[in-house]
């Protein structure tokens, strides 16, 4: 019984074999989308605009050399630009004859676009600023308690001089960062847009994160500010409590002096009901969650 299995296995795969062998061996049309390339630029030259990037093949030939044309693994149309500078304008059937990949083996049938129109210009570089491009998601509880650092935060890129006009700044490869709960220091490789090369290929992000609690600091004294000299704004009470939010470590190390508040005098003298909210100046990476009193009384003297 197993050498039955056996045998009816190997029968089986021979004639796959055969088969497959048949198939590829007859002649098929297919159509295959091939990169552009210039060729033979002049020294301190790059491509600027062009008007297609890619191109689509449609070629006639056997089928095992179109399952090898599959599977290479970077073929392109190369177009030579003879060294020449300005714009420049060629007809691809004419170039058939150049990329010998397609001669050796295939009848090329169609070319679509078949034309080109593109131009050889000379290399500029000018320095831009770095975009940082991700997504964080904080785990529940945490923040950030820092300004994002990026390093560099400008970058020398070069390219043709058209497309440096049109470029005032560089993003980085986009990332989603999720469930951060730590302080984060990573690498990001750098993107420049298609026809631009950047100095450098890769920046350094680096973010403070703590876990986020409230703080109430008690007696922060209120200023009254913009008094005219005849004038005195009293408040009643004088001192209020602020309650702030951030990083556990930040809000540590701050003080009442840290914390800024005050009434402003023509603020109050346009008030009707003779109360008004105190403004508060928070130190970075905070936020104010509540005062208390929220509202003041006062008076105005004249002297």
Known sequence: MKKKIITISVISFFSIGLWVYVSLSNVFVTTIKVPINITDLPKNYSLGNSSINEVYIQVKGKGWDL???????????????HR????????????????TWLTSSFQVLEISPSQIEYDIEKVGSKTVKLIKNFKLEFKPGYGPSSKIKIDPEMVEISGPANLLRNTDSIKTKYKEILDVSDN???????????????????????????????????NIVVETRNVPPSK????????????????????????????KAYVDYWSALREEKGTIEPIIELPQFTTHV??????????????
Not at 67 to 81: R, Y
Not at 191 to 211: D, F, H, M, R, Y
């Open 67 to 81: 399952a090898k044309l599959m599977l290479e693994p970077e073929v392109n149309f190369d177009i030579s630009a």
């Open 84 to 99: 020449r500078i300005g714009h420049r304008k060629n007809d691809l059937n004419d170039l058939i004859q150049a990329n």
């Open 184 to 218: 984060l220091k990573f690498n990001l490789r750098i993107e420049p847009p298609e026809g631009i090369t950047s100095a450098i290929n890769t920046c350094t992000i680096e973010l403070e994160v703590q876990k986020i609690v409230d703080k109430t600091f008690e």
């Open 232 to 259: 005195d704004l009293i408040l009643f009470p004088g001192k209020i409590n602020v309650v702030l939010r951030g990083g556990i470590n930040k809000l540590g190390r701050l003080t009442n002096d840290s914390i």
């Open 290 to 303: 509540s005062t208390i009193p929220n509202k003041l009384e006062y008076i105005i003297k004249q002297y």
